[in-house]
């Protein structure tokens, strides 16, 4: 099983130097391999393939530009099959055709593969290309095969390093489960999620709450001269916002997941294209503070990790507008109708909370019909 463990990095200024070093190769290294591609379709409609790039990067890149010999040779190997997983999820998934790197990407990054030391007793990680022992805060011990590697650098100055390791266990077997210990769970905005049993969970707004301060803080950054000091300073008090926004959404969904997951046997849940709902200009910036698309891999991998079950059913299941008494479809329902009357068993729904039950039910019911 394939667990990743994040630490924070605390390197000297030298250390630093050669961490950015790698950073600006690796993105260089990319956007030249990018270019590659582009241009060999563009006049001889011929696909460059991984290793054809890599044979062109040891005898034609790395000569002209020396300054690469000096960042660690797999990390600039490893942009490669980055660039190729992107091509093939273009190709394959239909995502967007892969872009070239910036240095004002939020999150900057490259993968060290192999011949790295983490030592727990004295709290340093060994990277290659780097004399000495970076300080790291190990808060965490694992067992296992320590696999690839990822240093980052966020907007705000700080380093983090995250460790991807096999610790040669297998995933554990769901759990039996009934309609009594399986959940179901409906999404909002109004409230982060609405419970089968009738509970409802507050959305927090991180968002919201900082948007003021957030606004202020962008329009002083629009006014600082352009390549200032000032400009930066500010640019860091933007930064920082984003940041604190980010770490509490993260923190709300790992609580609010894990403790769903440790009191269910199995969750039922709705599968949302999200990306599309995002294109509703009206409610993009509520969408993407609630994190569905987040909360559902969350929900996925801790359900595997405690053998536990998570359901899903079709995202045009009509969850809301059927009544889960007696089955009446009520067709004329808008998103506007938070709550209505059956008029065949005249029992009264709260929206959610009936979107929540028949979630369960479908989810139930077709768990049934797989089995059988």
Request: aromatic share 10%; proline share 3%; charged share 30%.
């Amino acid at each position: 099983m394939l667990k990743a463990y994040k630490y924070r990095l605390y390197p000297t200024e030298p250390q630093k130097e050669i961490l950015l070093k790698h950073i600006g190769a690796c993105r260089f290294t990319y956007n030249w391999a990018l270019e590659q591609k582009i241009k060999a379709y563009e006049t001889d409609k011929k696909h460059l393939s991984r290793f054809e790039l890599q044979s062109r990067l040891v005898h034609e890149l790395k000569p002209g530009n020396t300054w690469l010999k000096e960042v660690n040779s797999q990390a600039l190997l490893n942009t490669l099959i980055n660039l190729e997983s992107a091509f093939t999820r273009f190709f394959r998934e239909k995502k967007v055709f892969p872009k070239f790197k910036s240095k004002k990407n939020p999150m900057q990054s490259f993968h060290i593969p192999q011949h790295y030391v983490v030592d727990f007793e004295n709290n340093a990680i060994k990277l290659p290309k780097i004399k000495q022992p970076i300080m790291a805060k190990l808060h965490r011990k694992f067992d296992g095969k320590m696999k690839t590697a990822t240093v980052s650098f966020t907007k705000t100055g700080k380093f983090y390093i995250s460790i991807l390791v096999e610790d040669g266990k297998e995933l554990p077997k769901a759990q039996a489960f009934d309609d009594e210990t399986t959940l179901g769970i409906d999404v909002g905005i109004t409230h982060f999620a609405t419970l089968s049993n009738g509970k409802k969970i507050e959305n927090p707004k991180h968002l919201k709450n900082s948007i003021k301060r957030l606004g202020v803080l962008q329009k002083r950054l629009s006014k600082k001269q352009k390549g200032s000091a000032n400009r930066d300073k500010a640019r860091q008090k933007v930064a920082k916002i984003h940041e604190k926004i980010r770490n509490q959404r993260n923190d709300f969904l790992h609580k609010t997941s894990s403790k769903l997951i440790s009191e269910n046997q199995a969750i039922a849940v709705e599968s949302l294209n999200v990306s599309s709902m995002l294109k509703n200009h009206r409610l993009a910036q509520a969408i993407g503070d609630v994190s569905w698309y987040e909360f559902s891999q969350l929900l996925e991998y801790k359900a595997q990790w405690y053998e536990k079950t998570l359901l899903k059913i079709g995202q045009f299941e009509p969850s809301s507008k059927i009544c889960n008494v007696c089955g009446y479809h009520n067709g004329e329902m808008t998103l506007a109708d938070r709550k209505w009357e059956c008029p065949d068993c005249s029992t009264k729904h709260d929206r959610d909370i009936n979107a929540a039950i028949n979630i369960k039910k479908f989810a139930l019911q077709n768990q049934n019909l797989l089995i059988i």
